[in-house]
């Protein structure tokens, strides 16, 4: 056993078995909190060396401060995306890590999930079968090879993703703010503008990050410059899209299907069985009573590999800190990037 304490906030079943497995190797205390970290749950984590905070853990000014006067030392977060942190406030009080790169296949797959699912209407086949109604009127679909999909953001996501829709014999093209013309031929797809991209794209796909640049950039005016009926899918962040233009886009048919992994308030309701309750958000609410829309709870991420991936990279994050004194996946808010470029032997980090 080791006395190394850490608090690990809004814990599910799956998280304590993934991370109990782990943590065979580690022996550190865990306690795991069903609540989520934000302003008022910080003080739960006092006396503990260090926090694991998810994707709807509130990590702005008014947590970080109460974690660092009460003497945590670094943040785990076990995702992948970092919008909920104000990295700005963290820097030179507490470290923060992440898990960069624990399954690009599994969100990518379940994208395709999405559209597959919206294309051919399985949610509703599923359903009328299900009550003995075998007709398929209303069910028409539309070959996918052929058709032209947009990529918002070719990292690690976007690029699986490509491949898997090259191989439906679809064609690509793709907006990244860094565009990676090297990778681009060899994988068959080309890069664009966002205009372009709106205008020739059957289906769009969301895999940027969410930052100050990308927050609503699907809004009305975006909506407006895409193909009649196209699909949008977002397995991002619910940020990017301005869900009040999205339904609108929904009514006026622009937006023919909308596939969405993740919504803009979903911190409330996402993760959660609130199906004694009544919902109400009217957004949400409203987006379920389109057919065609198929909203899922953030699991993209939620395979067993990745699962596997996030305990392991998120311990090691954890051990490497306290025990060898550097974090593999540290986030640098001077460079922002993870690793830090800058981390050599002169220089343990940015930090
Ligand atoms: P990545 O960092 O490998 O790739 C992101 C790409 O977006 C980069 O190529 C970057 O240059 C590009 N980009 C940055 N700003 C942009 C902008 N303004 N416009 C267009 N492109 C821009 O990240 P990865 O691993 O591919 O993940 C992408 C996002 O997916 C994450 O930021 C996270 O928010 C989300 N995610 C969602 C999950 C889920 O379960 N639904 C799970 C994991 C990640």
Known sequence: MSDLRVAFFDSKPYDMKSFDSENQSYGYAI??????????????????????????DDLSAGTLEKLCASGVKLVALRCAGYNNIDLKV???????????????????????AL???????????????????FSI????????????????????????????????????????????????????????????????????????PLNTETYHLIN??????????AMLINTGRG????????????KSGTIGFAGLD????????FFEDKSDEIILDDILA????????????????????????????????IAGFFKDGSIPNEICYRCGKTPCPRKDKTQSSCF
């Not at 963290?90 to 395709?112: C, L, M, N, Q, T």
């Not at 940020?239 to 929904?250: K, N, P, R």
């Not at 993740?262 to 309701?269: I, P, R």
């Open 31 to 56: 306690k795991y909190f069903s609540e989520k970290l934000n302003p008022d749950t910080a003080p739960l984590a006092a006396g503990y060396d260090a926090v694991c905070a998810f994707v709807n």
């Open 90 to 112: 963290a820097f030179g009080k507490i470290h923060v890590a992440r898990v960069p790169d624990y399954s690009p296949y599994a969100v990518a797959e379940h994208a395709v």
């Open 115 to 133: 559209m597959l699912s919206l294309n051919r209407k399985i949610h509703r086949a599923y359903y009328r079968v299900r009550d003995n109604n």
């Open 137 to 208: 009127n209303g069910l028409l679909g539309f070959d996918m090879h052929g058709k032209t999909a947009g990529i918002i953001g070719t990292g690690k996501i976007g690029q699986v993703l490509i491949k898997i829709l090259k191989g439906f014999g679809m064609n690509v093209v793709a907006y990244d703010l860094h565009p990676r013309e090297d990778i681009a031929g060899e994988a068959g797809f080309s890069y664009t503008t966002m205009d372009k991209l709106y205008a020739e794209s059957d289906i769009i796909s969301l895999h940027c």
């Open 220 to 229: 009305n005016e975006a909506i407006n410059k895409m193909k009649k009926g």
């Open 239 to 250: 940020q990017l899209i301005d869900t009040a233009a999205l339904v609108e886009g929904l």
């Open 262 to 269: 993740v919504y803009e308030e979903e911190s409330e309701y």
């Open 286 to 317: 409203r987006l379920n009573t389109f057919n065609n829309v198929i909203v899922t709870s953030h699991q993209a991420f939620f395979t067993k590999e990745a699962l596997g991936n996030i305990s392991s990279t998120t311990m090691k994050n």
